[in-house]
């Protein structure tokens, strides 16, 4: 086995015995993006191989954390050329621990608005189990290139399911953590309340260990919440014995794939067999979720990205004179009509409409009202169970350019996921088997908040006694 195709945690074991190098897992890591990297698509702005600092193990970064001196561009013409002038605390902790900053950034949906990775101002990454096939979104690049192992592990950020739906396409773990869990500050916002930065990684040990390297209060991050930090990694214990899973049957009806139902039903009685307790729940506001969620999303998606105008940083558009309009306002529309895709305007329009003058109320505070409701839920159901199983999505990985002129459906592709978001309990994704074509379906188990601890367990359990997480793309 070649070393890029080792955990995290594998490689530290070997760097601590000086079995290796940084600079031979760099090196197989290289090779591997010479012979895959032009298929799979997983990174932007790809120069060099070279590493910022550091020399401990190499770590992929999505377009939309920032790294000082490091173009961050959120993957939108936009932002063409920005450099950070500091690093995200995400980043600053990673250097702390003695990481590499890869200083290729992983590809994603223009400003994280997307499900497949095909919204980016670079083109689209493709699945590394199926190259015609999406790799999902908006953290496509972090999740295809752990998969195709062009990384050992990686970031992304999740606001409506962006961590957990690629990691669920691609076959590795994603982890969504509590909303406040880890800082914020330094990731480009698309929704403020909803965005939380996470880990992916090719298995669950990686995963506890990255999110006990990111994790923990920063007063920089005015959402950050002050509790104490666990090491995830002792949550790791291979038993579930009396554990009290809930299955919501809202998650189990119309629009869900074959396929995807009997692996997600396997990996329940699965469960079940190891000693987990079973139960079928409700959680009656789930089907608000989606039009609530893009309700919320898009309105402080409107807010959020009215500071790019070409005024400060990135893309300044002139006209074909050479001059920058007429006024300030022209110059503005100019800007912001060749920065944007077509995905980011249609979600700007909407967030504007829904918090114009005489539809606020009707929109947006309504759509804050049924959030509640649906946390309330979530709060009812943690009072009697320790997590909650569902399956990631409802379809396993979909065609390149079959959902892009559907936007409704593509927004669909996330209709198990947002719930997390708009409760700010944690989540994960990982692998729970194959369809006959040979497409990854993941497993999403969800805790009440700052229970991450709880899905490591039972994540850890699963993983442990199948044999879904050794499995790899051959390219």
Known sequence: ???????????????????????????????????????????????????????????????????????????????????????????????????????????????????????????????????????????????AAVASNEAIWALGSDTGGSIRQPASFCGVVGLKPTYGRVSRYGLIAFASSLDQIGPITKDVTDCAWLLNIIAGYDPQDSTSVDLPVPDYTQALINDVKGIKIG?????????????????????????????????????????????????????????????????????????????????LIEMYEQTRAEGFGPEAKRRIILGTYVLSH?????????????????????????????????????????RIGEKTQDPLSMYLSDIYTIPANLAGIPAISLPCGFTKAGLPVGLQILGKAFAEEMLFRVAYTYEQNTPWHRQRPKL
């Not at 760099?26 to 790809?46: D, G, H, I, P, T």
């Not at 009806?253 to 396929?259: L, S």
């Not at 606020?360 to 159901?381: G, Q």
């Open 1 to 143: 086995m070649e070393l890029n195709e080792l955990t995290a945690t594998q490689l530290q074991k070997k760097l601590e015995a000086r079995q290796i190098s940084s600079s031979d897992i760099f090196s197989a890591l290289k090779e591997q993006w010479n012979s895959s990297e032009a298929k799979v698509k997983a990174y932007v702005r790809l120069t060099d191989f070279a590493c910022l600092e550091g020399d401990g193990l190499p770590i992929a970064i999505k377009d939309n954390i920032c790294t000082q001196g490091l173009n961050t561009e959120c993957c939108s013409k936009i932002l063409e050329g920005f450099q950070p002038p500091y690093d995200a605390t995400v980043i600053r902790k990673i250097k702390e621990a003695g990481l590499r900053i890869q200083t290729a950034k992983t590809n994603m949906d223009e400003f994280a608005f997307g499900s497949s990775t095909e919204n980016s101002y670079f083109g689209p990454t493709h699945n590394p189990w199926d190259l015609e096939r999406v790799p999902g979104g908006s953290s496509g690049g972090s999740a």
């Open 247 to 327: 299955i919501p049957q809202e998650y189990f009806r119309e629009g869900m794939d074959k396929e995807v139902r009997s692996c997600i039903l396997e990996a329940i009685s699965q469960l079940e067999k190891l000693g987990a307790k079973v139960q079928e729940i409700h959680l009656p506001h789930t089907e608000y979720a989606v039009p609530v969620y893009y309700i919320i999303a898009t309105a402080e998606a409107s807010s959020n990205l009215a500071r790019f105008d070409g005024v400060q940083y990135g893309l300044r558009v002139k006209d074909k004179k050479g001059g920058e309009g007429r006024d």
């Open 358 to 398: 005489g539809y606020y109320e009707a929109y947006y505070l309504r759509a804050s009202k049924v959030r509640t409701l649906i946390k309330r839920d979530f709060d009812a159901a943690f009072k009697e169970f320790d997590c909650i199983i569902t399956p990631t999505s409802p379809t396993p990985a979909f």
